[in-house]
């Protein structure tokens, strides 16, 4: 099954590549991207929500789903624990298909997280490729796709 998506992937990517990028598309994510590491950095539980779909599904690499419900839940309990949050999400390419974008992203985090006493600083970079939908006002991101590792 792994095997199966990689080559999915794959498949899709160089089909994909193929294509010219909208630069209008890509505009918009650059914009979208930099809203949520504002966010991000200030913790504002509530604008990051609001860029999400309730429908929203991510996977990791690992296969294992995480839900909107969750993920709010996550960002509310985690919010005490956590400070100095920082992300730099790097849009890599960008492809429209009518009210939905794919976009392939890569994310930097940093963050410190409380353990016992200390603060630790935990710093972490993955590939997504995140699927988007546009609303009144914008686009939100319905679905996540954590992307394996490379090498």
């Known amino acids: 099954m792994r095997i199966a998506t990689i080559l999915f992937l794959l498949l899709l990517t160089s ?4 294509q010219p990028e909208n630069t209008q ?32 599904v ?22 005490q624990s956590m400070r100095g949050m920082q992300s730099h999400i790097v849009v890599n390419q960008v492809q429209e298909q009518g009210n939905e974008v ?3 992203l890569t994310v930097h985090e940093s963050m410190k997280v409380q353990q016992g006493k200390k603060w630790v600083l935990i710093k972490q ?3 997504v490729t995140e699927t988007l939908k546009r609303v009144a006002g914008g686009w939100v991101v319905t679905y996540t796709q954590e992307l394996p590792p490379e090498g």
């Open 15 to 18: 089909l994909v590549c193929a």
């Open 25 to 56: 598309a890509r505009k918009e994510m650059d914009r979208f991207y930099a809203k949520w590491d504002a966010a991000f950095g200030k913790m504002d539980v509530k604008t990051m929500t609001s860029m999400i779909d309730p429908s929203w």
């Open 58 to 79: 991510m996977v990791d690499a690992q296969g294992k789903q995480t839900t909107y419900a969750q993920m709010k839940q996550m960002f509310g309990s985690g919010s």
């Open 102 to 104: 794919v976009a392939w």
């Open 125 to 127: 970079t993955h590939k």
